[in-house]
């Protein structure tokens, strides 16, 4: 049974700095499959914001990018989110995803890991993000 397990969330203030964690159990690892970061605040869907796939790159949403990076440890098949300069805007319950393999998303003939929720498979707990 795949099981994705979250850490790391909290309070802080506006600009702020927090790093989420995401561990993951062996049956898919990090370095086959797609993994992400999805975000959900109150009364709104819950959306992509962080993907990384079988490679370093990464694909972030826009409301994200420069601010958020995503990484993973191969060794202990975990997945990281690096949230800088946090806004309130920011406050959200957050998920780390895993699809059952690679999932890219092409537009334009570039290809990126997909921040598309119907690609993900597999689902952590969610971990709450307040920025105040």
């Known amino acids: 049974q795949v099981q994705l397990v979250e850490s790391g969330g909290g309070s802080v203030q506006a600009g702020g700095s927090l790093t989420l964690n995401c561990t993951a159990s062996?049956?898919?690892?990090?370095?086959?499959?797609?993994v992400a970061w999805f975000r959900q605040a109150p009364g709104e869907a819950r959306k992509g914001i962080a993907a990384?796939?079988?490679?370093?790159?990464?694909n972030y949403a826009d409301p994200v990018k420069g601010r958020f990076t995503i990484s993973k440890n191969i060794a202990k098949n975990s997945l990281y989110l690096h949230m800088d300069n946090l806004k309130p805007e920011d406050t959200a319950v957050y998920f780390c995803?895993?699809?059952?393999?690679?999932?890219?998303?092409?537009?334009?003939?570039?290809?990126?890991?997909?921040?598309?929720?119907?690609?993900?498979?597999?689902w952590g707990q969610g971990t709450q993000v307040t920025v105040s």
């Open positions: 990384i796939g079988r490679t370093a790159t990464a």
């Open positions: 062996y049956e898919y690892t990090v370095t086959e499959t797609t």
């Open positions: 995803a895993q699809a059952r393999g690679i999932r890219t998303f092409c537009s334009g003939g570039h290809c990126s890991p997909s921040l598309q929720i119907t690609d993900f498979d597999f």
